[in-house]
């Protein structure tokens, strides 16, 4: 299936508030409530954080391939990276998100030997609210894949669980790493999903969990859901275990719709989803909070051993760049560059290293320049 070949319709949300669900095709997703905020005399700021790796230098292709498609967007840049710990930077940073109300995100890298290093992407997540991430992986027609026809969607809780990022040694060689789970958050990302799956077409939502083993705190997310999706009778939910939706993901993929999973098993299930439909550099992810929204590539890889190589795949980040203009309602601009990414990727099959071809990426984002000028 292509990738943005759905007919967009209007979508209402019911009940409490959220912020407001749109469609476009196959980028469906959940708008903030103050995009507005953004726009001066007809034209847009967003916030870029280019980050590490490759981050810098894809971000500056998304802004090349705005230009020459006149869209009408600025970018306040703040150069949040892993080789400086500026705090002052971070606030920096948090502020011109706030300030815009939208980013387009590169991954920072966090280092690992650093006990006290902590990871400004989650640090990110957590000071704008950003609760939900979701990802939508598609089966190319361009790329061979051991599987075809996949169309699946992973929403993700985003702020709390394994990431609350609390830990501690409380005796030497003894560490204890707490895993915070809330019924508030719990319920918040499931109506989330349960809102997204209704307003989009979906049929089927699946929670992923651990609640044979961890029975309060995956058991407490297993019980929202499943509580939530009663007031969803025109939905299908059942449950699943992590463990054995890893098999069935690379074994029988098709057979999922809408994962709803907690942020540790989100991280990992995302990743693996984008790998059986092209590699990381394909899908992008958006976070959605009550006011602001981040858009990046999907698997948040900051690919540092291929920067400045002229390899790296631009298309995850062309998608965010994508995700980006829906979210500001910039439709017929994300449409033209969209179907430039369609047709450079499954008709031209211009394809970098890591999908199996001999491009470029300059090739690659030179092909969708060429596409968006036919309609500029």
Request: net charge neutral; proline share 4%; glycine share 8%.
């Amino acid at each position: 299936m292509s990738l943005w070949r759905q007919l967009r319709r209007p979508a209402v949300l019911t009940q409490r508030s959220l912020p407001t669900i749109q469609v476009a095709p196959n980028r469906t997703h959940v708008s903030g409530t103050r995009t507005d905020k953004s726009k001066y005399g007809g034209r847009f700021m967003v916030t870029a954080l280019p980050g590490d790796g490759i981050g810098p230098e894809l971000i500056g292709y998304v802004k090349e391939v705005f230009r020459y498609g006149g869209v009408p967007v600025d970018f306040e840049e703040v150069h949040l990276d892993s080789s400086r710990d500026d705090v002052d930077l971070l606030e920096q940073a948090i502020i011109a998100v706030k300030r815009n109300g939208v980013a387009l995100k590169g991954n920072i890298e966090t280092r690992h030997n650093d006990p006290n290093c902590k990871s400004r992407n989650v640090e990110l997540r957590l000071r704008l609210g950003l609760f939900a991430n979701i990802v939508h992986v598609t089966s190319q027609p361009g790329i061979e894949t051991r599987h075809s026809g996949i169309d699946i969607v992973l929403i993700r809780q985003n702020t709390e669980g394994e990431y609350s990022c609390e830990e501690h040694m409380s005796i030497k060689g003894v560490v204890e790493s707490l895993k915070v789970i809330t019924q508030s958050k719990s319920d918040e990302i499931a109506r989330y999903a349960f809102e997204w799956a209704k307003n989009n077409g979906r049929k089927k939502i699946t929670c992923v969990h651990k609640a044979n083993i961890m029975k309060l705190s995956d058991g407490l997310f297993l019980r929202c859901c499943t509580e939530i999706s009663k007031e969803y009778p025109e939905l299908e939910f059942d449950n699943i275990i992590i463990d054995n939706c890893s098999m069935q993901l690379v074994s029988n993929p098709k057979q999922f719709d809408v994962l709803l999973l907690p942020n540790l098993y989100g991280n990992i299930l995302t990743n693996l989803a984008c790998g059986i439909t092209g590699g990381p550099g394909i899908a992008s992810g958006r976070n959605y909070g009550r006011e602001y929204a981040v858009f990046e590539t999907g698997t948040r890889n900051t690919g540092k051993s291929i920067a400045g190589k002229n390899i790296a795949n631009p298309i995850a980040m062309m998608n965010a760049g994508v995700d980006l203009l829906y979210h500001l309602n910039l439709r017929e601009h994300a449409e033209v560059i969209a179907t430039a990414i369609d047709k450079t990727i499954n008709v031209d099959k211009i394809h970098t290293p890591d999908l199996g071809g001999q491009a470029t990426t300059t090739d690659v984002v030179q092909n969708i320049i060429k596409e968006v000028q036919k309609h500029a």
